[in-house]
């Protein structure tokens, strides 16, 4: 996922992430880097609850010096993360409850490129809640919470 400037058709840059504050909201900043115009994309207490419960890290690698500086600048601040998340699925497996036929045509619905993080927000919501079975109750439940 790449956010690109609208006037200059160049991709943002970020350039700084934000830890959860009191409320819960963490923050990513991006910016032009011809025109300097800058975005921030925020999340909602139950966003950044879903995604730390993923494990997912968001914002540049950790490398340094300059390699770490063209690593950041040629890459998505996301990438990867979808592919962590299929696979940290892969990897549950089993574990995790099953789906009804009616629930995963509902999954189905939901965009690729979120469809990994909202089926793993799904199972866990499920998980916790003691629901061996994820169906329609509890998907719709589970978009009450999220605020979805």
């Known amino acids: 996922m790449k956010f ?3 006037a200059c058709d160049e991709p943002m840059k ?16 991006f910016a032009c880097p011809s025109c300097e115009r800058q975005i921030a994309m925020l999340t ?4 950044t609850e879903m995604v730390s419960s993923l494990g997912v890290r968001i914002g540049p690698p950790e490398a340094g010096g300059a390699a770490g500086e063209a690593a950041r600048a040629s890459r998505c601040p996301f ?9 940290a699925a892969a990897a549950a497996g089993a574990a995790g409850p099953t789906w009804t036929a ?4 509902r999954l189905a619905n939901i965009p690729d490129f979120v469809r990994p993080m909202a089926r793993q927000g799904i199972e866990h919501y499920a ?3 003691g629901y061996p079975v994820v169906d329609e ?12």
């Open 14 to 29: 970020l350039t700084e992430t934000r830890p959860p504050d009191a409320s819960g909201s963490l923050a990513v900043l």
């Open 102 to 105: 009616e629930a995963l045509a």
């Open 79 to 87: 990438s990867g993360v979808v592919r962590d998340m299929e696979e």
């Open 44 to 47: 909602n207490a139950m966003e």
């Open 4 to 6: 690109l400037c609208v």
């Open 137 to 148: 109750r509890v998907l719709e439940e589970a978009r009450e919470r999220f605020g979805m």
């Open 127 to 129: 998980a916790s809640n």
